[in-house]
């Protein structure tokens, strides 16, 4: 256990965080769709390998999450395998493990992929994994998230985090609770509290030990079509109050994803949480907040990969500091 619990901690050590590099396929053609570039293994290759190899990463990146396809593919000066190349940097590689979604009924998700993925977790972990994530989508609306979907999700991503640990990889346990909609700060206050506090019984119902695991969970905010946008205090004082509700002590770090906010907004919410006091290492995870201004600059073209890796890791740099309040 103790190999797990230094991962973890490495993960969400103070001052870096974690790159999610690990779009799907379909999602990375719709990014690269958005900037008119062609999607294929190997402009999606060269993408990543313009963002793994911007200098100096490694002083506020602790981990990167790798997609499948990434993770067998090579950087590209050296040759070595994306994992080797990761780790030869003190960068922890890490696999998005879920297979994605499928309907739990007509208005709500489940997380699909615990067939056969012990199997898969020991494969990762010997080509040089050390941690995987998984996503739980949670949706806010009418009716909905009903009792019984949040505990169908709490109980596969407990699942999952207890084959993980089986498998000496830390799992991050990420359950959004998406903030498409017009729901108001409360509601995405109660609906993530619903969550959390069923996401750790069920990590309780199955051993897992959580200072081995990284919460990876969405902040509290007004839904994006909510007439009223809660301030960055708000956000900052209501995600902490749903964080220490239902939160143990144990778990060493949150590392929140960013959902669709600002790059902005993420990271300055970032950073006013960080002026709280708590027990857990408070991090980012971040997927579009990192990438998005990165691949704009970048637009498919050889030529701006310079731009883009500046861009990059003045974003990286930000929320580095957000994460010690530094902003
Ligand atoms: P975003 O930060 O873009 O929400 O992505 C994080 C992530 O890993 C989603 O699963």
Same mark, same amino acid.
């Given at each position: 256990?103790?190999?797990?619990?230094?991962?973890?901690? =490495?993960?969400? !050590?103070?001052?870096? &965080?974690?790159?999610?590099?690990? *779009?799907?396929?379909?999602?990375?053609?719709? @990014? $690269? #769709?958005?900037?008119?570039?062609?999607?294929?293994?190997?402009?999606?290759?060269?993408?990543?390998?313009?963002?793994?190899?911007?200098?100096?990463?490694?002083?506020?990146?602790?981990?990167?999450?790798?997609?499948?396809?990434?993770?067998?593919?090579?950087?590209?000066?050296?040759?070595?395998?994306?994992?080797?190349?990761?780790?030869?940097?003190?960068?922890?590689?890490?696999?998005?493990?879920?297979?994605?979604?499928?309907?739990?009924?007509?208005?709500? =998700?489940?997380? !699909?992929?615990?067939? &056969?993925?012990?199997?898969?977790? *020991?494969?990762?972990?010997?080509?040089?994994? @050390? $941690? #995987?994530?998984?996503?739980?989508?949670?949706?806010?609306?009418?009716?909905?998230?009903?009792?019984?979907?949040?505990?169908?999700?709490?109980?596969?991503?407990?699942?999952?985090?207890?084959?993980?640990?089986?498998?000496?990889?830390?799992?991050?346990?990420?359950?959004?609770?998406?903030?498409?909609?017009?729901?108001?700060?409360?509601?995405?206050?109660?609906?993530?509290?619903?969550?959390?506090?069923?996401?750790?019984?069920?990590?309780?119902?199955?051993?897992?030990?959580?200072?081995?695991?990284?919460?990876?969970?969405?902040?509290?905010?007004?839904?994006?079509?909510?007439?009223?946008?809660?301030?960055?205090?708000?956000?900052?004082?209501?995600?902490?109050?749903?964080?220490?509700?239902?939160?143990?002590?144990?778990?060493?770090?949150?590392?929140?994803?960013?959902?669709?906010?600002?790059?902005?907004?993420?990271?300055?919410?970032?950073?006013?949480?960080?002026?709280?006091?708590?027990?857990?290492?408070?991090?980012?995870?971040?997927?579009?907040?990192?990438?998005?201004?990165?691949?704009?600059?970048?637009?498919?073209?050889?030529?701006?990969?310079?731009?883009?890796?500046?861009?990059?890791?003045?974003?990286?740099?930000?929320?580095?500091?957000?994460?010690?309040?530094?902003?």
């Amino acid at each position: 256990m103790s190999e797990l619990h230094a991962v973890a901690h =490495k993960m969400v !050590k103070k001052g870096k &965080g974690i790159l999610a590099a690990d *779009e799907s396929t379909p999602t990375c053609t719709k @990014r $690269f #769709a958005s900037i008119n570039t062609d999607s294929s293994a190997e402009s999606r290759n060269f993408y990543r390998n313009m963002l793994f190899t911007t200098e100096d990463i490694e002083k506020y990146i602790s981990g990167v999450i790798l997609f499948d396809e990434t993770f067998h593919q090579s950087e590209l000066s050296s040759g070595m395998k994306f994992p080797e190349y990761l780790t030869s940097k003190d960068i922890l590689p890490g696999i998005k493990v879920d297979q994605g979604l499928e309907d739990f009924s007509p208005y709500e =998700k489940l997380t !699909k992929g615990l067939d &056969g993925l012990s199997e898969r977790l *020991e494969k990762y972990y010997a080509l040089g994994a @050390r $941690f #995987a994530k998984w996503r739980a989508v949670i949706t806010p609306g009418d009716s909905i998230p009903t009792d019984d979907c949040i505990l169908a999700n709490a109980k596969n991503l407990a699942k999952y985090a207890r084959k993980c640990q089986q498998a000496n990889l830390v799992p991050i346990v990420e359950p959004e609770v998406l903030m498409d909609g017009s729901h108001t700060i409360d509601e995405s206050f109660d609906i993530t509290s619903r969550t959390l506090n069923m996401v750790f019984n069920q990590l309780d119902e199955y051993n897992v030990s959580l200072e081995g695991i990284v919460l990876k969970p969405n902040m509290v905010l007004s839904g994006y079509n909510c007439s009223y946008q809660a301030t960055i205090r708000e956000v900052a004082e209501k995600t902490v109050n749903c964080l220490l509700r239902n939160v143990p002590p144990d778990v060493p770090g949150i590392a929140f994803l960013s959902g669709g906010q600002s790059d902005d907004h993420a990271t300055f919410h970032l950073n006013e949480m960080n002026k709280y006091e708590t027990d857990w290492n408070l991090t980012f995870s971040y997927g579009r907040a990192l990438q998005q201004s990165a691949l704009k600059a970048w637009s498919g073209k050889e030529e701006n990969v310079t731009d883009a890796q500046e861009v990059f890791i003045g974003k990286v740099k930000a929320n580095s500091l957000a994460t010690v309040a530094g902003l």
